[in-house]
């Protein structure tokens, strides 16, 4: 509606003297301000604000007439009067001066075109030169207490109960003076015309004149008010008479609202009274009150004191109140309320310290509302008593300009049918549709400007705007701010209309004089070229948008015709252009609906006309012809009364039915609002009807209508559409009304279910009310929202210094602004749809709505609202409406949910009465398991937690957490460990957050791999203190979960929580999901390692191991091997085809001490490098030192040289993989590199070797729970990971371990029957394995030759993680196992004629042991 815009004005009066103004009034053409002081009359410019001319007093007339009290404009602001202390009446004379002659005038640039104009032009954009003249002073002999203009007359009042009635010339007219004790008063005009005995002895102190109804509003002395009207226009005593209002003692003042017939009261107890007058009875009735709640204002509702003053806008649409107190609030004309001073920002600094509010002493509204013109009472007699001593000091006086922005539904109710928030203000337009539209559609927009025709483009947008509403609508708060064209401005301020297209790209504004039209995509203005036609037009009615049409009805000044205009968009704007169709009498308000035109006149008729457009010319053209007039003159008593008028589809009985939807976009009715009477003119179609196919043309007249019905009271603006959407009809197909302080209404169509023929008793349509919590501006229909602007407040006072006396009004007042806000109204449709027994139409509307992103929250809305009326209603509720709406939330898939969320935004005292209505808790968390919701379920814990014993929590959170982590919820899981210790504990005082759902970290359990040593044989000598810590990690995590294991480790609710993970992982390493288990040990902290060691001869033993080795395939995407096409005898790598260069190699103990050393030092880092490092091998030393002792020796690192160079094959592989060069870039490694030349069968086996390897994400995690197994001692578990990863050094390890370790039988006859059936598999179903099989048969035939004597069955300790000493180990005899392993592969694979060589076993060795070397860098998890 009416919003504050930036900081007030403070304009500066250059009056000499102590006096300060005190009362400003408007003209009615509201251009000129009339300042009143003591002795002297200013008039003001209201663009440029600026002072024009001053009428000072002599002492000697000031002496004789007294001082200054009130003034009034005549109707053509060509006079003015004002009243003094001792009764005299001073009528001036307002004369202008020459054409030629201005004070204040633009100075343009020479060539600029804007000077070269037609007569008349220059004056509307220059401050006029103007002089005061006094024309006569009469004398009444009597204190003047009011005194209003009446078109030709002026009515004064006076203190001894006497209405003067004079010409604006002086004269009388031979008219006597009514006396007022001689007005008969009755509460209703049906009354009997005796004398009022109460109202002999009082006189009128306030009085104004409606218009519309014909009579002065006035306020007596004693506080009592009442309505004079006269019956004859002779205007004696004998034709007048009076009613006064019953209950009202306490008036102070009195505005008159001529559009809607109100009259508002201002009463000494701070509120504003609001009557309307009963047409039927002529009594005054109560419409609303405007007054502060103690809800908003609960420090000064009741401390405000009497109103001082209430000001209707120009438009009508909102009034201002100010009392004596002081600080401004503002209503629209039915009591919403759109803001106060009194409260918030305005009333208190940003240090929390109190402001004293403003008192205004007078207040006038400018043009067009834009801005409020008001004038502080407060005195600085400091101030004064200075001037009075220096009379040379100019005084500045406190004139006060507001600054407002407005809707444009005010003044042009035509946008009543559009779903944009169209603001405009003095210079400025605000959309709600700007950056994200154009940021969506500037491609498409750019794409087809030029050379299309514009029919084409409009379509083509609307397919991609429409769907896209909501989300552009309601992006983000923030306006798209227009700047009004300043060479359009500067002639024809201020601005009247403003209209936007149903698209949002396009607006289109009018002022004074002529149009102008704005693109959002090109970002530019289109003014008329010819500014005589400009000149020469005057928009009176409004305007409107039709497809790509500028539709308007304006005066033609040269013609003097009213006339009807369409002007093409596209097109330049130029009359020669526009389709002009002449109209019989003055427009007062336009709409379109669909391709029809309706007009309201001033004669009270209403005419339609239908537009067509033709594309046959070069520009799209319209033709308008007239279908219907009709006159309403028997209805409307005066047009001004009219407040908008819209064509619809809405009928209210049959003539819309689910079998018939093609009728409810055709124009079935008119909603006419006359003074807040929404009334409405349907088609009849109680006669035969014609088929639209058979209508020769729709020029055809249109059908007689229905008499007028009257649908509401009190409407201030009506919305309603004409698109169609079969799937939400209610919503496309309702009528709804913005009512003021009574919120909103809708006037919803009721449709039979499946077609079946609807009940005689139940009515077509209802009217349902609602209250929001925002001023409506626009609805959404389909989606079920309404847009509204509110406006907010930002202080600046910190920056300036208001100690002094002269407070800067940065200080006194904040900086507003005005945001973007919108409300969900389907929860209270729903709920007064379920009050009525319409449950089946609420189910209808809430199915058609199921598919809105906030459904939910409308559901929980209206069952915590009606939750929070019943439970907390003082009077027992003998129809409780709770459980009807738990059973409506019943029918759809959100219900449990629904219920839960309201409970916890509900106080704990309400939980009882809620759940008597939708059910036990238990009985509902049991339904939320059972539907696999596993996050509602554990609200609903919370909820039994404070309901239910402990023992019944205890019992639903097991049933939870079980089903958690079956399912891999860890954060869930994580809650419900934290929730289960503290139910046996009572730690439990307030109930822990809801657990929500969350993706697993991408590198959950496994980020600390990569600081984790991967060797198997590693002595204390090379681990520094920091990394003995980081392998503790590894079973013991850090964070919130190590506090359960480091707490109360024996107390009994750990045992219990640990015997349910316990079982849990023993489940899942029965099942052979070692990928469930490590996410499952990783996330929650388990103590994996430790809990292998106790299960190594139960859970841990792998009965089938081509069923586990399957399953590690399938869980970890790993692929089975193939055997390459070019076999491996074959091989271009047999024979040393690449030769060594060096004997010197990695002396250390094995390839995995090289790795990690790599990883813990941060030396090498493959993965960023341009540089290969090859890792050369000797052949012999390999074998020899690859299981070594534990001392440490120096790695040679040497760069690759020509394609002579030896190069082993995992190396390649390795450095493709982590460097991320798989597309065959393999100059990127090293230019020498680049240098070998592959022939294709070498690529094909270098592909198939990467084929045969699965993601380094799985590798990575294969690793990892290989080190794991072979700390816990699970050895058979380590064999079936070592034959995945093909490990041939892994599995010496395996036999090494068993030669050292005492292990059990069933254990070693384990692994001896798991790698027979394995190689049976692999003989039968996966020959890639054979030749790894093959390879390591020499290892695992050393498992029959082992005997009952272990060699140091010491040497293997599952507790002592890696092995790690503080004493120094003996040598390990793994080296001379490692060197017969490697001499008894060798001299097998020569026997049997493979013809294998030994640089092939360790470039194959290398190939599976190289991954170390870099696989420590990846951050992976195991989701």
């Known amino acids: 509606m009416y919003f504050l815009s930036g900081w007030p004005r403070r304009l500066l009066c250059p009056l000499r003297g102590s006096e300060k103004p005190f009362y400003i009034q408007a003209d009615p053409r509201r251009l000129l301000f009339a300042l009143l002081s003591q002795t002297q009359l200013s008039l003001w410019y209201g663009r440029p604000s600026v002072l024009i001319v001053s009428y000072k007093e002599s002492a000697k007339a000031a002496a004789q007439f007294g001082t200054y009290e009130k003034t009034e404009w005549k109707s053509d602001s060509s006079m003015i009067a004002v009243a003094t202390k001792n009764g005299y009446i001073l009528l001036f004379d307002i004369v202008y001066s020459g054409q030629e002659k201005y004070l204040y005038e633009p100075a343009y640039p020479k060539g600029n075109q804007r000077v070269k104009v037609t007569t008349g032009y220059k004056e509307e954009q220059c401050a006029p030169s103007i002089t005061v003249e006094m024309k006569k002073v009469l004398d009444f002999q009597a204190q003047i207490t009011s005194l209003q203009s009446m078109q030709d007359d002026l009515v004064i009042a006076t203190n001894d109960r006497i209405l003067h009635l004079i010409h604006w010339d002086g004269l009388t007219n031979g008219r006597k003076a009514i006396n007022l004790c001689s007005v008969p008063f009755s509460v209703d005009l049906q009354s009997s015309r005796g004398p009022s005995l109460d109202f002999e002895c009082v006189c009128i102190q306030d009085m104004e004149y409606c218009a519309t109804l014909d009579g002065f509003a006035v306020v007596f002395d004693d506080g009592r008010i009442g309505f004079i009207t006269p019956e004859s226009s002779k205007l004696t005593a004998e034709d007048f008479h009076g009613v006064w209002a019953q209950d009202v003692t306490d008036g102070t003042c009195v505005a008159i609202n001529n559009k809607y017939k109100l009259m508002a009261f201002g009463c000494a107890n701070g509120s504003v009274l609001v009557y309307t007058m009963d047409t039927t009875t002529g009594s005054m009735q109560l419409s609303h009150k405007l007054e502060l709640t103690p809800k908003h204002y609960p420090d000064i509702w009741n401390k405000t004191g009497a109103v001082k003053l209430v000001k209707w806008s120009p438009d009508w649409s909102v009034a201002m109140v100010t009392w004596d107190c002081g600080g401004l609030s503002l209503w629209s004309v039915f009591g919403a309320h759109l803001f106060c001073t009194l409260g918030g920002d305005f009333a208190h600094y940003s240090d929390g310290t109190k402001k004293e509010p403003i008192k205004i002493s007078s207040m006038s509204w400018g043009a067009e509302g834009y801005h409020l013109w008001a004038i502080s009472s407060d005195n600085n007699n400091q101030q004064i008593n200075s001037d009075l001593e220096n009379k040379s000091v100019i005084q500045q006086a406190e004139i006060l300009q507001f600054q407002f922005i407005k809707s444009a539904l005010t003044v042009n109710p035509c946008m009543n049918n559009q779903e944009q928030v169209l603001l405009q203000g003095e210079d400025r337009l605000y959309l709600n549709c700007g950056d994200a539209l154009q940021n969506q559609n500037s491609s498409t927009a750019s794409a087809n400007s030029g050379h299309q025709p514009v029919r084409e483009k409009n379509l083509l947008l609307d397919d991609i705007l429409i769907p896209q509403g909501l989300s552009t609508l309601l992006g983000h708060r923030h306006w798209h701010i227009v700047q009004i064209h300043s060479t359009y401005l500067e002639s024809n301020w201020p601005i009247k209309f403003a209209a936007i297209d149903h698209l949002g790209q396009y607006v289109a504004v009018a002022g004074k004089y002529g149009i102008a039209h704005y693109a959002l995509f090109t970002r530019k203005w289109k003014l008329f070229g010819n500014i005589t036609q400009e000149q020469n037009m005057a928009v009176t009615g409004g305007l409107a948008w039709w497809n790509d049409f500028i539709v308007l009805a304006c005066y033609n000044l040269i013609d003097q015709q009213e006339e009807l205009r369409l002007y093409l968009r596209s097109s330049n704007l130029d009359n020669v252009f526009a389709h002009i169709t002449k109209v019989q009498a003055e427009t007062l308000l336009i709409n379109v609906f669909r391709d029809m035109v309706i007009l309201f006149r001033a004669d009270c008729s209403i005419c339609l006309y239908?537009?067509?457009?033709?594309?046959?010319?070069?520009?799209?053209?319209?033709?308008?012809?007239?279908?219907?007039?009709?006159?309403?003159?028997?209805?409307?008593?005066?047009?001004?009364?009219?407040?908008?008028?819209?064509?619809?589809?809405?009928?209210?009985?049959?003539?819309?039915?689910?079998?018939?939807?093609?009728?409810?976009?055709?124009?079935?009715?008119?909603?006419?609002?006359?003074?807040?009477?929404?009334?409405?003119?349907?088609?009849?179609?109680?006669?035969?009807?014609?088929?639209?196919?058979?209508?020769?043309?729709?020029?055809?007249?249109?059908?007689?209508?229905?008499?007028?019905?009257?649908?509401?009271?009190?409407?201030?603006?009506?919305?309603?559409?004409?698109?169609?959407?079969?799937?939400?009809?209610?919503?496309?197909?309702?009528?709804?009304?913005?009512?003021?302080?009574?919120?909103?209404?809708?006037?919803?169509?009721?449709?039979?279910?499946?077609?079946?023929?609807?009940?005689?008793?139940?009515?077509?349509?209802?009217?349902?009310?609602?209250?929001?919590?925002?001023?409506?501006?626009?609805?959404?229909?389909?989606?079920?929202?309404?847009?509204?602007?509110?406006?907010?407040?930002?202080?600046?006072?910190?920056?300036?210094?208001?100690?002094?006396?002269?407070?800067?009004?940065?200080?006194?007042?904040?900086?507003?602004?005005?945001?973007?806000?919108?409300?969900?109204?389907?929860?209270?449709?729903?709920?007064?749809?379920?009050?009525?027994?319409?449950?089946?139409?609420?189910?209808?509307?809430?199915?058609?709505?199921?598919?809105?992103?906030?459904?939910?929250?409308?559901?929980?809305?209206?069952?915590?609202?009606?939750?929070?009326?019943?439970?907390?209603?003082?009077?027992?509720?003998?129809?409780?409406?709770?459980?009807?709406?738990?059973?409506?939330?019943?029918?759809?898939?959100?219900?449990?949910?629904?219920?839960?969320?309201?409970?916890?935004?509900?106080?704990?005292?309400?939980?009882?009465?809620?759940?008597?209505?939708?059910?036990?808790?238990?009985?509902?968390?049991?339904?939320?398991?059972?539907?696999?919701?596993?996050?509602?379920?554990?609200?609903?814990?919370?909820?039994?937690?404070?309901?239910?014993?402990?023992?019944?929590?205890?019992?639903?959170?097991?049933?939870?957490?079980?089903?958690?982590?079956?399912?891999?919820?860890?954060?869930?899981?994580?809650?419900?460990?934290?929730?289960?210790?503290?139910?046996?504990?009572?730690?439990?005082?307030?109930?822990?957050?809801?657990?929500?759902?969350?993706?697993?970290?991408?590198?959950?359990?496994?980020?600390?791999?990569?600081?984790?040593?991967?060797?198997?044989?590693?002595?204390t000598e090379g681990l520094s203190t920091g990394k003995f810590n980081l392998q503790k990690t590894l079973s013991m995590p850090s964070g919130p979960s190590a506090k359960r294991w480091s707490k109360d480790v024996d107390s009994a609710e750990n045992m219990y929580i640990d015997e349910m993970l316990w079982r849990h992982a023993r489940r899942l390493l029965e099942e052979m999901r070692l990928k469930d288990l490590s996410s499952f040990a990783a996330q929650l902290g388990f103590e994996l390692i430790g809990w292998l060691c106790k299960e190594r001869t139960r859970a841990a033993r792998v009965e089938d191991f081509v069923k586990a080795l399957k399953r590690l395939h399938k869980d970890f995407l790993w692929p089975f091997p193939v055997i390459p096409s070019c076999s491996f005898v074959n091989s271009p790598f047999k024979n040393g085809k690449y030769k060594a260069v060096g004997d010197q190699f990695l002396k250390s103990q094995s390839m995995e001490t090289f790795a990690n050393s790599e990883l813990e030092s941060g030396i090498i880092n493959a993965r960023g490098s341009h540089i290969c490092l090859g890792l050369n091998t000797a052949h012999g030393e390999m074998d020899s030192g690859s299981f070594q002792g534990p001392q440490m020796q120096d790695a040679i690192l040497s760069p690759l040289l020509s394609k002579g160079d030896e190069c082993s094959i995992g190396s390649a592989t390795d450095l493709t993989e982590t460097s991320s060069m798989v597309d065959g870039d393999?100059?990127?490694?090293?230019?020498?590199?680049?240098?070998?030349?592959?022939?294709?069968?070498?690529?094909?086996?270098?592909?198939?070797?990467?084929?045969?390897?699965?993601?380094?994400?799985?590798?990575?995690?294969?690793?990892?729970?290989?080190?794991?197994?072979?700390?816990?001692?699970?050895?058979?578990?380590?064999?079936?990971?070592?034959?995945?990863?093909?490990?041939?050094?892994?599995?010496?390890?395996?036999?090494?371990?068993?030669?050292?370790?005492?292990?059990?039988?069933?254990?070693?006859?384990?692994?001896?029957?798991?790698?027979?059936?394995?190689?049976?598999?692999?003989?039968?179903?996966?020959?890639?394995?054979?030749?790894?099989?093959?390879?390591?048969?020499?290892?695992?035939?050393?498992?029959?030759?082992?005997?009952?004597?272990?060699?140091?069955?010491?040497?293997?300790?599952?507790?002592?993680?890696?092995?790690?000493s503080k004493a120094v180990e003996p040598p390990s005899p793994w080296s001379e196992d490692s060197r017969n392993t490697a001499s008894h592969v060798n001299s097998s694979q020569n026997d049997n004629g493979s013809g294998i060589s030994r640089q092939e076993d360790d470039g194959q060795r290398e190939e599976e042991e190289e991954p170390h070397v870099d696989e420590g860098s990846y951050e992976c998890s195991l989701s």
């Open 1226 to 1364: 393999w100059t990127m490694v090293d230019e020498h590199f680049s240098t070998l030349s592959l022939t294709p069968s070498e690529l094909e086996y270098i592909s198939m070797e990467l084929a045969n390897k699965g993601p380094c994400k799985s590798q990575v995690q294969l690793r990892y729970l290989l080190h794991i197994f072979m700390e816990a001692g699970c050895l058979e578990w380590c064999t079936v990971t070592a034959l995945i990863l093909r490990d041939s050094a892994v599995m010496g390890q395996i036999i090494s371990s068993i030669q050292r370790s005492e292990i059990s039988n069933d254990i070693l006859q384990g692994i001896k029957d798991g790698m027979l059936a394995v190689d049976g598999w692999a003989s039968s179903d996966c020959p890639g394995y054979k030749p790894f099989l093959n390879r390591i048969k020499p290892q695992l035939q050393k498992l029959n030759t082992v005997t009952e004597e272990q060699i140091q069955p010491e040497a293997f300790q599952p507790s002592s993680r890696l092995s790690i």
């Open 610 to 1019: 239908s537009i067509d457009r033709n594309d046959n010319g070069p520009n799209p053209t319209a033709s308008v012809q007239v279908l219907q007039e009709v006159s309403m003159s028997r209805y409307i008593p005066h047009p001004s009364l009219v407040v908008s008028i819209t064509l619809t589809s809405v009928r209210t009985e049959t003539g819309i039915t689910l079998k018939m939807p093609q009728q409810a976009c055709a124009a079935e009715s008119i909603m006419l609002n006359l003074a807040g009477q929404l009334i409405m003119l349907q088609r009849d179609r109680s006669g035969p009807q014609v088929r639209e196919k058979d209508s020769i043309s729709k020029h055809k007249k249109l059908l007689p209508s229905c008499a007028p019905i009257v649908l509401a009271q009190c409407v201030e603006n009506v919305w309603t559409t004409c698109r169609s959407n079969k799937h939400k009809r209610h919503l496309l197909e309702a009528l709804w009304l913005s009512c003021g302080e009574a919120g909103m209404k809708v006037w919803l169509p009721l449709f039979p279910r499946d077609n079946r023929k609807p009940h005689s008793f139940l009515s077509r349509r209802i009217m349902l009310p609602f209250q929001i919590n925002i001023y409506p501006l626009a609805v959404l229909f389909e989606d079920a929202l309404v847009l509204g602007a509110v406006n907010e407040t930002v202080l600046y006072d910190n920056l300036y210094v208001h100690n002094s006396e002269n407070k800067p009004l940065e200080v006194l007042f904040p900086f507003c602004t005005v945001e973007r806000t919108s409300q969900i109204y389907l929860h209270h449709i729903l709920r007064q749809l379920l009050v009525r027994n319409l449950g089946e139409q609420a189910l209808l509307l809430a199915q058609s709505c199921a598919t809105l992103p906030y459904f939910p929250h409308v559901l929980e809305l209206m069952l915590h609202e009606v939750l929070e009326e019943e439970a907390t209603s003082r009077e027992p509720i003998p129809d409780p409406l709770l459980p009807t709406v738990a059973k409506f939330i019943a029918e759809f898939p959100l219900f449990l949910q629904t219920v839960v969320h309201c409970a916890r935004k509900t106080e704990y005292a309400l939980w009882n009465y809620l759940f008597a209505a939708v059910g036990n808790p238990k009985d509902l968390f049991e339904e939320c398991l059972l539907a696999q919701d596993l996050d509602t379920a554990a609200s609903y814990l919370i909820i039994l937690q404070n309901m239910e014993v402990p023992t019944v929590s205890r019992q639903h959170a097991t049933l939870l957490f079980n089903t958690a982590l079956e399912q891999g919820k860890w954060d869930l899981c994580r809650h419900m460990i934290r929730f289960l210790k503290a139910i046996g504990t009572g730690e439990l005082e307030t109930p822990p957050p809801t657990p929500t759902t969350q993706e697993p970290s991408s590198t959950g359990g496994f980020e600390f791999f990569k600081h984790r040593s991967i060797s198997f044989s590693q002595s």
